[in-house]
């Protein structure tokens, strides 16, 4: 089985803040999410976990998986869509024009921004880990979970099932949320 899930909540989601790879700690909020689901998931069984090293990733992992001997290994090629200079921006809707929001109405034509990432740049990191170290272990009848981020994640579900990246956002990414992709 392969299993993702969404960091929890932080303090920039709450504002609506792009976070991108700024190493934003989860809030409150997000750390009672990641215990909670950790209860609601608890007889969910996980060999391993592959986690992005950014802190938002990293504590939801420790704490959806504390008291549970499940290793977690961080790679960077789970890290969240960098958005450049675009990160820290707040309510990006509300601007006009703004680049960055091509990613999120028609990511097919999201060309990047300055000192970003395309969305072509994140299936090739993310699809070299899922597809080189990631699948063959399910294979071999490991159950994987993977914690990450909205537009990471978003890159690995349509890679799984093929899509095309006008469909990048069509699943629902919610904080905390374990999604079943195989």
């Not at 999410?33 to 391993?48: I, Q, R």
Request: include cysteine; hydrophobic fraction near 35%; proline fraction near 4%.
């Amino acid at each position: 089985m392969l299993y993702i899930m969404r960091h929890g909540k932080t303090e920039w989601n709450a504002i609506h803040k792009l976070q991108g790879q700024t190493d934003i700690p989860l809030n409150d909020e997000g750390r009672q999410m990641a215990s909670e689901a950790a209860d609601m998931y608890k007889d969910t069984h996980f060999d391993l976990c592959y986690c992005s090293p950014l802190i938002r990733a990293k504590e939801t992992a420790e704490l959806f998986l504390a008291g549970r001997d499940i290793p977690i290994i961080y790679d960077d090629r789970l890290k969240e869509m960098n958005f450049g200079v675009y990160e820290g921006i707040e309510n990006s809707f509300d601007i006009p024009d703004c680049p960055v929001n091509v990613l999120f109405f028609k990511p097919e034509d999201y060309k990047g921004v300055e000192e970003g990432e395309t969305v072509e740049e994140l299936f090739e990191r993310t699809g070299d880990l899922l597809f080189g170290e990631i699948l063959p272990q399910v294979e071999e009848g490991k159950d994987i979970l993977i914690v990450g981020h909205g537009a990471m994640n978003s890159s690995i579900i349509c890679q799984l099932r093929g899509l095309d990246k006008s469909h990048f956002w069509d699943e629902p990414i919610e904080n905390c949320r374990l999604i079943q992709l195989l």
